[in-house]
C-alpha cells in the first residue's frame, strides 16, 4: 500500500467519479483506475462498485475511508515537522478568510511574501460556515474571522481585536454628520445589505430578533467591493463591521447604536491541530501589523 493509492482512493470517494478524480489528481484515468485495482489487490478486498454511470464505496471502502484521511493528515504533518525542524520555512500555507475580514489581510501578505519567497500561499475567501467545515476537513491551517455567535465544534478561537457593527454610508450622505444611528433612523433610509449567512449580515439579523425593525432593504449581495462602491456612488446605507472598511476612502463608519453589536475578529484552528512554523511566522506579522494596531488602540 503506498501513499500515492490511498491519495487517489481518497479523491474518487470525494467525487464518485473517476474522470472528475482523474482530472484533480492530474493524471490520466488508466492511471488512476490502475492505481485503485493495486490498492484492491493488496487489501484482496474491493473497494468500489463501479458501473458505467455511477461509482459508489462498498462496506469495506467506507471502513477504510476516515483511515485513509487520517493516514494523509499524518504524512502532510510528518513533512511539516521536518521542514521546521530544519528551520526553513518552505512548503505551503492555506488561509480561510472571511469578505469582511479581507481588507485588513492585505498588508501582512505582502510582508510575508515579502520575507518568505519559499512558502507559497493560497488564500480562500468564504462565509464563515464554509471555512469552518474547511478547517475540520484540514483544507486550510487557519481561519481569519469575525466570531459566531454559537461555538463550532473541535474550531478553537483566539482574539486578535474587538470590533463593531457600523453603519456605512458616503461621505456626503447625511448620516455621515452623525455619532451613532439607531435602528429607528437606518429605518428611514433604503439598505444595500450582504447576503444572509454573511458575518455581518448575521449579527444585524441577530440584533434585530432583539429589537424587532423593519428594514428597507433594496438590495443584497456577497461581494463587498461591489457593495462599497454602490454606498459612494448612491445614498444607500449598509451594515458592516467597521474593520471592512480600512484603507478605503470616500466612505464613513458610524457605530450603530444598539446593545450587542461588538464582534470580536479571531484566529480560528482546528483544536489539537499542528500549528506550522509559517503559520505562526504569518499571524505574528499579522499581529504586528497596523490594521490590527489601530483597531487594538481603538479599545484601550
Given at each position: ?24 489528481l ?22 468500489l ?7 459508489a ?47 485588513i ?17 493560497t ?100 461581494e ?31 457605530p ?30 499579522l ?14
Open positions: 500500500m503506498e501513499l500515492r493509492q490511498l491519495r487517489y482512493f481518497v479523491k474518487v470517494a470525494e467525487t464518485l467519479n473517476f474522470s472528475e478524480a482523474a482530472k484533480a492530474f493524471v490520466t484515468q488508466s492511471t488512476l483506475s490502475q492505481q485503485i485495482k493495486q490498492l484492491e489487490q493488496d487489501l484482496d478486498t474491493p473497494l462498485i463501479r458501473s458505467s454511470h455511477s461509482v464505496l462498498t462496506e469495506a471502502g467506507m471502513e477504510l475511508l476516515p483511515f485513509a484521511l487520517k493516514t494523509l493528515n499524518d504524512a502532510e504533518l510528518c513533512v511539516s515537522r521536518v521542514n521546521d525542524l530544519k528551520e526553513v520555512l518552505c512548503g505551503s500555507l492555506n488561509i480561510g478568510v472571511t469578505y469582511s475580514f479581507s481588507p489581510l492585505t498588508e501582512t501578505l505582502v510582508t510575508f511574501m515579502k520575507l518568505y519567497p519559499k512558502v507559497k500561499l488564500i480562500f475567501y468564504r462565509p464563515m460556515a464554509e471555512l469552518m467545515e474547511m478547517l475540520r476537513c484540514r483544507e486550510v491551517d487557519f481561519a481569519l474571522a469575525f466570531k459566531p455567535s454559537v461555538a463550532v465544534a473541535d474550531v478553537v478561537s483566539h482574539v486578535l481585536f474587538q470590533n463593531y457593527l457600523a453603519v456605512i454610508v458616503g461621505d456626503m450622505h447625511p448620516l455621515a454628520s452623525m455619532e451613532r444611528v439607531s435602528l429607528a433612523e437606518l429605518a428611514k433610509w433604503d439598505l444595500a445589505l450582504p447576503l444572509k449567512g454573511l458575518q455581518a449580515r448575521n449579527a444585524l439579523e441577530k440584533i434585530l430578533g432583539h429589537y424587532p425593525t423593519e428594514l428597507k432593504i433594496r438590495v443584497e449581495l456577497n463587498v467591493n461591489i457593495l462599497l462602491k454602490m454606498i459612494r456612488q448612491h445614498r444607500l446605507v449598509t451594515v458592516l463591521a467597521e474593520a471592512t472598511l480600512h484603507n478605503e476612502r470616500g466612505v464613513r463608519a458610524i450603530l447604536d444598539v446593545p450587542g453589536n461588538e464582534m470580536e475578529g479571531c484566529v480560528h484552528t482546528l483544536k489539537g491541530s499542528y500549528h506550522k512554523r509559517s503559520m505562526q511566522e504569518f499571524l505574528r506579522l499581529s504586528d501589523s497596523m490594521a490590527i494596531r489601530e483597531r487594538v488602540n481603538a479599545w484601550l
